[in-house]
């Protein structure tokens, strides 16, 4: 038998065995470190074999899944979390592990033994052995518990505040405190006439005021002076209400309200046309961000006195990114140190000391301080004893963290919720939430604002039905089952119906509503609505309406084109469809640029058209009229008659309503009567020229006839004997006299129808004028047997005209009078002063006249009674003659008659023929 011999000296064993303890006891220490590592941490590792069952799990993990590790290990991991596979996030995560891929942030929902909810993300790689099979997944998951609440708060707050964006008439703008817009509503640009690409959030509040003040918005002045008053007004703070009337008529009344950040909120109100406007007011800002994840970003340890004996950074943040610190710069030196060097709150140092005085744990210890930029920063720490084999405390570690990203978010939150409680104070719209049970049932939570004045219209507390129907008008309830129908799948909705208020007064609101949503059951677990009382807005859109009907009836019946004009809305003109058939225009388009029309109007017309025009905006003329060619689009030329009133303001007309009429047909028939006149005036001038040129011919023979005739009569050169000798030559010489008179009268009229008649001024007295004329007819008034009766006031002034004239015109006058007056009338001569002006009347008894024979009196050679045995003579050239030298002077000439009564003849001269001696002026 051979003896077994050892390879291996025992003293070499010996140290084999040495060493082999001495690596369990480091290995050991690293397990311990790293498992104290986890235990302060969110973050918690997990590994599962090929069948998903967990075969490792940390502390951490154990804790948050609120099991022990006997409920855990050998189980599937979908078991332990009560995965729904219902659910379209856990089918997929299942299909995602048996395709043995990894996978990154899987979000989902756990439900503890106590019915606590946490909200983890976890992540996972699949391992394969050195043969590829699989053999399970090792990862890391997180509790994002807090992130995910606060992201509730954020939404929930949210969706309060464009609910409350969503309801209000009002254009409303937000500036913070370095005097930026950060929001607006779509209701803030319609009333300022802006439009997105002109102003946009984030853009200087001092731009708004200049784009306003260019445009007219402030009124007039300097324009970098009126945007530094502005500017200074909203930095005072304060609370201001004004009203600003707009270049296009509209009035705004514009509230500042001060934030307490250095912003302040701008209400703008249109009380020009309010109760028109329906309010389509969008929510145009998103106020809150979501809160930075947790996670640890830096690991440490210290000894007793706080001293750092161990950092491992897992990103460069927090006090390490400020000063740019490297492990190696810290390891040695003390928390208070470090801390002090960056001007931190110390008081962190204390309370951590506190806890290590009495060995206890501390978790989510804070400090802050202000970076190089002037930001302040915001730190977390937790931390557990570290403990040696005989269960001393050594020292500390644990993990640091920089919140500074959830801190400025909860500080916007709460300005956000700040600004949310001024807005609801600003107007007077209702702000509610409802938490919708299970069953559906409405538990109200809170609400903000009122609705219905002094009949207020109380929110019911619990709503099992149809939400407003305890009050909605019968004929809505259809309609609100159905809302609330829509809602309950999911849906936003915004409708208008009627309730009875608490007086019993019909009401209009317009009720908005957004459900919130659970995202692991799918259901509406909350509603967040708003409502408005429009009452006041329905019952003038259908005044409006009924208005409309009537201006439409009206226009239809009319035949006129009606067209309108508005300064602010550019140079155009707004017609309706009957203006483009008058106007001969194709098409149907309602909006017309002035200068399209301009080169319709006929050149000839243009400028008389541009004068009416201007003459109308500038306010010489209050009403614009003006007839002018214009040319259809069939080629056709139409006259038009265009005319139009406007509203005028401080600086002009900004309005004018018109109607174009088609009076082609008229101005034809003018045309042509123009045209008739003008050939009878011409031929009228013809014939005048041709009697008066006659006239001077007849008249030099007739004058020898009227001489010889007189020589025969008187017997100058010898008595002729026979005695009838001389009747005849009598006879020969009266009717060349009377001749004569016709021919010079047809002379003087023909001269007066063709302005000839050369006219000498002086100042004829008329005392002696009636004297010299009555002395001329006394044989014939008394061989008429007729009475004349004058009237002259002794202080009649004088009369500035032709002698001759005059005195042929109360001739005229005198012996019409007492051709057509019988025996024993009366003839009446009279003159006075009217008005300035002279007036001469002569009046008879005589027979009189119909109207139509003062018609056919007035015309040349036209007698009254023309048959070949009239009773009265004359060649009808005394009233047309009398009336052509009237005017001659200035004058008018009217007669009134009465058959069988008599006749008035007034004379009138205008007072510029009225002489006044210098001393009675």
């Given at each position: 038998?051979?003896?077994?011999?050892?390879?291996?000296?025992?003293?070499?064993?010996?140290?084999?065995?040495?060493?082999?303890?001495?690596?369990?006891?480091?290995?050991?220490?690293?397990?311990?470190?790293?498992?104290?590592?986890?235990?302060?941490?969110?973050?918690?590792?997990?590994?599962?074999?090929?069948?998903?069952?967990?075969?490792?799990?940390?502390?951490?993990?154990?804790?948050?899944?609120?099991?022990?590790?006997?409920?855990?290990?050998?189980?599937?991991?979908?078991?332990?979390?009560?995965?729904?596979?219902?659910?379209?996030?856990?089918?997929?995560?299942?299909?995602?592990?048996?395709?043995?891929?990894?996978?990154?942030?899987?979000?989902?929902?756990?439900?503890?033994?106590?019915?606590?909810?946490?909200?983890?993300?976890?992540?996972?790689?699949?391992?394969?052995?050195?043969?590829?099979?699989?053999?399970?997944?090792?990862?890391?998951?997180?509790?994002?518990?807090?992130?995910?609440?606060?992201?509730?708060?954020?939404?929930?707050?949210?969706?309060?505040?464009?609910?409350?964006?969503?309801?209000?008439?009002?254009?409303?703008?937000?500036?913070?405190?370095?005097?930026?817009?950060?929001?607006?509503?779509?209701?803030?640009?319609?009333?300022?006439?802006?439009?997105?690409?002109?102003?946009?959030?984030?853009?200087?509040?001092?731009?708004?005021?200049?784009?306003?003040?260019?445009?007219?918005?402030?009124?007039?002045?300097?324009?970098?002076?009126?945007?530094?008053?502005?500017?200074?007004?909203?930095?005072?703070?304060?609370?201001?209400?004004?009203?600003?009337?707009?270049?296009?008529?509209?009035?705004?009344?514009?509230?500042?309200?001060?934030?307490?950040?250095?912003?302040?909120?701008?209400?703008?109100?249109?009380?020009?046309?309010?109760?028109?406007?329906?309010?389509?007011?969008?929510?145009?800002?998103?106020?809150?961000?979501?809160?930075?994840?947790?996670?640890?970003?830096?690991?440490?340890?210290?000894?007793?006195?706080?001293?750092?004996?161990?950092?491992?950074?897992?990103?460069?943040?927090?006090?390490?990114?400020?000063?740019?610190?490297?492990?190696?710069?810290?390891?040695?030196?003390?928390?208070?140190?470090?801390?002090?060097?960056?001007?931190?709150?110390?008081?962190?140092?204390?309370?951590?000391?506190?806890?290590?005085?009495?060995?206890?744990?501390?978790?989510?210890?804070?400090?802050?301080?202000?970076?190089?930029?002037?930001?302040?920063?915001?730190?977390?720490?937790?931390?557990?004893?570290?403990?040696?084999?005989?269960?001393?405390?050594?020292?500390?570690?644990?993990v640091g963290r920089d919140i500074t990203g959830r801190k400025r978010d909860e500080a916007l939150r709460d300005a956000s919720e700040h600004r949310?409680?001024?807005?609801?104070?600003?107007?007077?719209?209702?702000?509610?939430?409802?938490?919708?049970?299970?069953?559906?049932?409405?538990?109200?939570?809170?609400?903000?604002?009122?609705?219905?004045?002094?009949?207020?219209?109380?929110?019911?507390?619990?709503?099992?039905?149809?939400?407003?129907?305890?009050?909605?008008?019968?004929?809505?309830?259809?309609?609100?089952?159905?809302?609330?129908?829509?809602?309950?799948?999911?849906?936003?909705?915004?409708?208008?119906?009627?309730?009875?208020?608490?007086?019993?007064?019909?009401?209009?609101?317009?009720?908005?509503?957004?459900?919130?949503?659970?995202?692991?059951?799918?259901?509406?677990?909350?509603?967040?609505?708003?409502?408005?009382?429009?009452?006041?807005?329905?019952?003038?859109?259908?005044?409006?309406?009924?208005?409309?009907?009537?201006?439409?009836?009206?226009?239809?019946?009319?035949?006129?084109?009606?067209?309108?004009?508005?300064?602010?809305?550019?140079?155009?003109?707004?017609?309706?469809?009957?203006?483009?058939?008058?106007?001969?225009?194709?098409?149907?388009?309602?909006?017309?640029?002035?200068?399209?029309?301009?080169?319709?109007?006929?050149?000839?017309?243009?400028?008389?058209?541009?004068?009416?025009?201007?003459?109308?905006?500038?306010?010489?003329?209050?009403?614009?009229?003006?007839?002018?060619?214009?040319?259809?689009?069939?080629?056709?030329?139409?006259?038009?008659?265009?005319?139009?009133?406007?509203?005028?303001?401080?600086?002009?007309?900004?309005?004018?309503?018109?109607?174009?009429?088609?009076?082609?047909?008229?101005?034809?028939?003018?045309?042509?009567?123009?045209?008739?006149?003008?050939?009878?005036?011409?031929?009228?001038?013809?014939?005048?020229?041709?009697?008066?040129?006659?006239?001077?011919?007849?008249?030099?023979?007739?004058?020898?006839?009227?001489?010889?005739?007189?020589?025969?009569?008187?017997?100058?050169?010898?008595?002729?004997?026979?005695?009838?000798?001389?009747?005849?030559?009598?006879?020969?010489?009266?009717?060349?006299?009377?001749?004569?008179?016709?021919?010079?009268d047809i002379l003087d009229l023909s001269k007066a129808e063709a302005g000839k008649i050369d006219m000498i001024d002086e100042v004829v007295d008329?005392?002696?004028?009636?004297?010299?004329?009555?002395?001329?007819?006394?044989?014939?008034?008394?061989?008429?047997?007729?009475?004349?009766?004058?009237?002259?006031?002794?202080?009649?002034?004088?009369?500035?005209?032709?002698?001759?004239?005059?005195?042929?015109?109360?001739?005229?006058?005198?012996?019409?009078?007492?051709?057509?007056?019988?025996?024993?009338?009366?003839?009446?001569?009279?003159?006075?002063?009217?008005?300035?002006?002279?007036?001469?009347?002569?009046?008879?008894?005589?027979?009189?006249?119909?109207?139509?024979?003062?018609?056919?009196?007035?015309?040349?050679?036209?007698?009254?009674?023309?048959?070949?045995?009239?009773?009265?003579?004359?060649?009808?050239?005394?009233?047309?003659?009398?009336?052509?030298?009237?005017?001659?002077?200035?004058?008018?000439?009217?007669?009134?008659?009465?058959?069988?009564?008599?006749?008035?003849?007034?004379?009138?001269?205008?007072?510029?023929?009225?002489?006044?001696?210098?001393?009675?002026?």
């Amino acid at each position: 038998m051979t003896e077994s011999v050892s390879i291996y000296p025992v003293t070499h064993l010996d140290e084999l065995a040495s060493q082999n303890a001495l690596l369990r006891n480091q290995l050991q220490a690293v397990e311990n470190r790293l498992r104290d590592f986890l235990d302060v941490v969110a973050d918690w590792i997990y590994e599962t074999d090929a069948q998903h069952r967990f075969t490792m799990i940390s502390s951490r993990g154990l804790e948050v899944l609120g099991l022990p590790p006997e409920q855990v290990y050998g189980r599937s991991v979908f078991d332990v979390l009560n995965a729904a596979f219902d659910l379209p996030l856990w089918q997929r995560q299942l299909a995602t592990a048996n395709a043995h891929e990894p996978f990154r942030d899987f979000n989902f929902l756990y439900i503890d033994p106590k019915g606590e909810r946490h909200f983890i993300r976890a992540n996972g790689n699949p391992r394969f052995d050195a043969q590829g099979r699989f053999t399970g997944y090792r990862g890391v998951c997180t509790d994002v518990t807090d992130t995910a609440r606060s992201q509730a708060v954020s939404d929930r707050n949210a969706a309060m505040l464009r609910a409350t964006f969503d309801h209000m008439a009002e254009g409303i703008a937000i500036i913070d405190g370095d005097m930026r817009v950060t929001s607006f509503n779509k209701r803030f640009l319609e009333l300022l006439d802006l439009t997105p690409e002109q102003f946009a959030i984030g853009d200087p509040f001092e731009k708004l005021v200049r784009l306003n003040a260019e445009r007219g918005e402030h009124g007039s002045g300097e324009i970098d002076a009126i945007v530094a008053k502005r500017v200074a007004s909203v930095r005072e703070a304060k609370a201001r209400i004004f009203v600003r009337r707009r270049p296009n008529g509209t009035v705004l009344e514009i509230r500042d309200t001060p934030l307490p950040d250095g912003g302040f909120v701008t209400l703008y109100t249109d009380i020009t046309e309010r109760y028109r406007i329906e309010q389509n007011l969008k929510l145009s800002e998103e106020r809150f961000q979501d809160f930075a994840q947790c996670s640890a970003d830096w690991f440490w340890e210290t000894d007793m006195t706080q001293t750092y004996t161990f950092l491992e950074f897992r990103r460069l943040t927090g006090p390490f990114a400020e000063r740019n610190w490297s492990k190696e710069t810290l390891l040695g030196h003390s928390r208070h140190d470090l801390l002090a060097s960056i001007d931190a709150d110390t008081d962190f140092v204390g309370k951590v000391q506190a806890h290590m005085d009495r060995g206890e744990a501390f978790q989510d210890l804070e400090y802050s301080f202000l970076g190089s930029d002037g930001a302040r920063y915001w730190v977390q720490a937790s931390g557990v004893p570290i403990r040696d084999e005989a269960g001393t405390i050594t020292g500390y570690r644990g993990v640091g963290r920089d919140i500074t990203g959830r801190k400025r978010d909860e500080a916007l939150r709460d300005a956000s919720e700040h600004r949310y409680r001024v807005i609801s104070e600003l107007t007077s719209d209702l702000v509610y939430s409802y938490r919708i049970d299970p069953d559906g049932t409405a538990n109200l939570e809170w609400h903000a604002g009122s609705l219905g004045g002094e009949n207020f219209i109380p929110l019911a507390d619990k709503v099992p039905d149809v939400w407003w129907g305890n009050h909605a008008h019968p004929e809505d309830i259809g309609m609100l089952r159905q809302r609330r129908q829509r809602i309950m799948e999911g849906h936003p909705a915004t409708d208008e119906f009627r309730i009875i208020d608490p007086s019993g007064v019909m009401r209009w609101l317009r009720v908005y509503a957004r459900p919130d949503i659970d995202p692991d059951s799918g259901r509406v677990i909350r509603l967040i609505g708003g409502a408005t009382d429009i009452t006041e807005r329905k019952l003038a859109e259908q005044a409006l309406r009924r208005s409309e009907e009537r201006h439409a009836l009206l226009l239809a019946g009319a035949n006129e084109g009606v067209y309108e004009w508005v300064q602010s809305q550019g140079d155009v003109l707004f017609v309706s469809s009957r203006f483009r058939e008058v106007a001969g225009i194709l098409g149907d388009e309602a909006v017309i640029p002035r200068a399209h029309w301009l080169e319709r109007v006929h050149d000839e017309d243009l400028p008389r058209y541009r004068h009416a025009w201007e003459a109308h905006l500038a306010g010489v003329n209050q009403r614009f009229s003006c007839e002018y060619r214009i040319h259809g689009d069939d080629g056709v030329i139409r006259w038009v008659h265009d005319r139009g009133a406007g509203l005028r303001g401080p600086e002009g007309v900004y309005r004018t309503v018109g109607a174009l009429t088609n009076v082609t047909a008229r101005k034809m028939t003018e045309i042509q009567l123009y045209e008739a006149k003008d050939r009878a005036e011409t031929a009228s001038r013809a014939k005048s020229e041709f009697l008066a040129n006659m006239s001077h011919e007849l008249r030099t023979p007739l004058n020898a006839v009227i001489g010889f005739s007189e020589i025969l009569r008187d017997e100058l050169f010898g008595p002729l004997g026979d005695s009838r000798y001389r009747e005849y030559a009598t006879d020969i010489n009266d009717s060349g006299n009377h001749l004569l008179r016709i021919i010079n009268d047809i002379l003087d009229l023909s001269k007066a129808e063709a302005g000839k008649i050369d006219m000498i001024d002086e100042v004829v007295d008329l005392s002696e004028l009636f004297a010299s004329c009555t002395r001329l007819l006394q044989p014939r008034l008394q061989g008429a047997e007729l009475t004349l009766e004058q009237s002259l006031p002794a202080d009649t002034p004088g009369l500035r005209g032709d002698r001759q004239r005059l005195r042929q015109i109360l001739l005229n006058l005198l012996s019409n009078a007492i051709k057509f007056t019988g025996p024993g009338g009366t003839v009446t001569l009279s003159a006075q002063l009217e008005a300035g002006g002279i007036v001469m009347k002569v009046a008879d008894t005589g027979v009189g006249m119909s109207e139509a024979d003062l018609k056919k009196a007035m015309l040349p050679f036209t007698q009254i009674d023309s048959s070949l045995h009239r009773k009265y003579d004359g060649t009808g050239l005394g009233l047309p003659l009398t009336k052509s030298m009237v005017e001659l002077h200035g004058g008018s000439m009217v007669l009134d008659s009465t058959p069988g009564t008599g006749t008035t003849v007034t004379v009138r001269f205008p007072a510029e023929r009225t002489f006044v001696p210098a001393a009675q002026n």
